[in-house]
């Protein structure tokens, strides 16, 4: 008691110099160091996956690309072979069929075939596409189609266009088959393709960004092709140690290395990729120093933000959180119970600091006063609930006293609405609003002459539509009454009819408001089983029967099915009477 006495006495700012003093800033700190570590290497192998990534994209980029080129080469093949025509294959494709066949597959493909020299094996057949070829060129076809010629598959070369200096891919592709389609030995007919690598020169130029280099390397470990470097350095590459283990071992590779240009030693990071279609390799490179630079000015840069968080965490959050958390969370619980609804809800909080056990005794003061509160407002609404129920009680009070054969007739109607919308399954709301719609639906009949009202005999057809009108007075009657809006359909259309013949809109079927086809089936029931000025009462099993038939022309059949198996369940009763009355006596 004495301990908590003087904590709930000290001020705020003294605890905190104190907790400062004692909260351990070499815990932070040493957990700060070992994030940043983990985050060091966290980076570093991010780098290392994007050399990855980028060396593995390339390959399988440039392996597509020359496989599509050299399936369609082979399919061209095939189709010449098995063209009909003489059996020397320098003839046969001299043929027309032979040459519009040649010049189709080169005009449609002419945005990647550079050129087409479709060669039988002595070297002989047409050139199509761009026909003058360098003398580069020509050697480059012609090593291909020997090498094609002596190994029987397909033979890939590189080569830079004299012209642009572009890309250029050499894809000789042996066909052995026979002219029925059957395996020879040897080949009987080479395509030899200058092919277009624009997709090369484009996704090189896409990924050597900023520091970072690209290489295709020949199957020698020669720079075929680079971007983002000069001739000296793509030389210096083919010589690293990178490209002569993969000239061993053409794998997928990642290691540091060094490289000498004009003497001056540079260290990289690299990933070597291989193309497994052409024997080829991508290699990604960047500079050591640039890769791991950018990491460490991340690294210094999040230390930094870690260091100024661990001192604002240290001075504001580690008190607040550890130290005052538990009063804050006791008071935090008790304002969810008051907000429940749980309004007699106290706190005992005894500090740390006189402001919480101010500020806990403030609480208690407020939450007695909202009990209070609540509980007048409660019982004001309970009241007032009460008042308006009586009023409409009075009302249709008023009006049944006006015809004293029906008193009593607007109560037994709201109950038996009530008993059926039950069964029906709707809820408590609906429940009562159909109570007081069914309390007021004859309202209206306040405006009808007594003589009609009254009147001991059959209606006149006069008096019939006078009375008739009483669903619209009664409307007109309560429509100013905002409360009374959801009740204003059953006060009008408790004589509409399921097949749209009753009074006074003639709505039809679904279009009538579910609470006034309730209170219809209510109103009848109980018109039929109490006495009337032009009829007696009759029996209420009697009354069942004369709905259950005018289900589906007057009444809704999911309303009808409600009230009887609310009759049959004995939630609606009726007293046993005389004769049962005449159709026509149910319309009033």
């Known amino acids: 008691m004495g301990r908590k006495g003087i904590a709930s006495k000290i001020s705020l700012r003294h605890l905190i110099l104190l907790l400062i003093l004692v909260s351990g800033l070499i815990p932070l700190a040493t957990g700060a160091l070992l994030l940043t570590r983990l985050n060091t290497r966290v980076l570093e192998r991010q780098e290392q996956s994007y050399l990855t990534r980028a060396s593995r994209v390339l390959s399988e980029d440039i392996s597509s690309s020359t496989a599509a080129a050299r399936r369609q080469f082979d399919q061209l093949g095939n189709g010449l072979l098995l063209l009909p025509g003489p059996e020397d294959l320098v003839e046969r494709l001299q043929q027309p069929e032979a040459q519009r066949y040649l010049a189709n597959f080169v005009g449609s493909n002419q945005d990647w075939v550079y050129s087409l020299n479709v060669f039988d094996r002595y070297g002989e057949g047409p050139s199509l596409g761009v026909t003058s070829q360098g003398a580069i060129l020509r050697a480059a076809v012609n090593q291909a189609f020997e090498r094609a010629l002596r190994e029987g598959v397909s033979s890939y070369g590189f080569v830079r266009n004299p012209d642009d200096n572009s890309p250029l891919g050499v894809l000789a592709q042996p066909i052995s088959i026979d002219s029925q389609g059957r395996a020879t030995r040897s080949p009987r007919l080479i395509l030899v393709g200058i092919i277009r690598l624009d997709l090369l020169e484009k996704v ?56 000498f240009v004009q003497g001056k030693k540079l260290n990289m990071v690299g990933r070597v990729s291989p193309v497994s279609e052409t024997g080829w390799g991508v290699v990604v490179q960047k500079p050591l120093a640039a890769a791991y630079t950018a990491t460490k000015e991340v690294v210094r840069t999040a230390l930094l933000s870690v260091l100024i968080l661990l001192f604002i965490a240290l001075a504001v959050g580690t008190l607040a959180a550890q130290k005052f958390g538990a009063p804050f969370q006791r008071l935090a619980e008790s304002s969810h119970e008051i907000a429940g609804g ?43 609930e009460q008042l308006f129920i009586n009023s409409i009680r009075a009302f249709a009070a008023a009006v049944d006293a006006k015809d004293p054969y029906t008193r009593g007739h607007s109560e037994r109607v709201a109950s038996y609405s009530r008993t059926i919308a039950d069964h029906l399954g709707q809820s408590e709301e609906f429940l009562h609003r159909i109570w007081i719609a069914g309390v007021l639906h004859d309202v209206g ?68 408001p579910l609470i006034a086809r309730i209170v219809a089936v209510a109103d009848t029931f109980d018109a039929i089983t109490t006495n009337r000025p032009y009829q007696t009462a009759y029996t209420p099993d009697y009354a069942v029967e004369t709905i259950t038939k005018l289900t589906g022309s007057r009444f809704d059949a999911k309303v009808v099915t409600a009230f009887l198996r609310a009759f049959e369940q004995g939630a609606i009763e009726g007293k046993e009477t005389e004769p049962p009355p005449s159709s026509a006596d149910l319309e009033a």
């Open 445 to 512: 009949k306040i405006g009808i002459e007594d003589k009609v009202l009254k009147k001991g005999g059959v209606l006149t057809s006069e008096e019939y539509d006078e009375m008739k009108l009483h669903p619209v007075i009664g409307f007109d009657i309560l429509q100013p009454i905002g409360p009374l809006a959801e009740m204003l359909p059953a006060v009008r259309w408790h004589h509409e009819a399921w097949n749209g013949q009753g009074y006074p809109d003639g709505l039809k079927g679904e279009s009538i």
């Open 204 to 259: 090189f130029q896409r990924e050597a960004e900023g520091e970072v280099s690209v290489f295709l390397i020949g199957p020698d470990g020669g720079v075929l092709w680079a971007e983002g470097a000069d001739e000296r350095t793509s030389r210096a590459v083919g010589e690293s140690a990178l490209v002569r283990d993969f000239e061993r071992r053409p794998l997928n590779m990642t290691s540091e290395y060094e490289l």
């Open 342 to 384: 749980n309004f007699g809800q106290r706190v005992n909080v005894m500090g740390p600091g006189k402001e919480i056990a101010n500020l806990a005794q403030d609480f208690n003061l407020m939450s007695e006063y909202v009990e209070r509160y609540v509980a007048d407002l409660q019982a004001a609404a309970e009241e007032n």
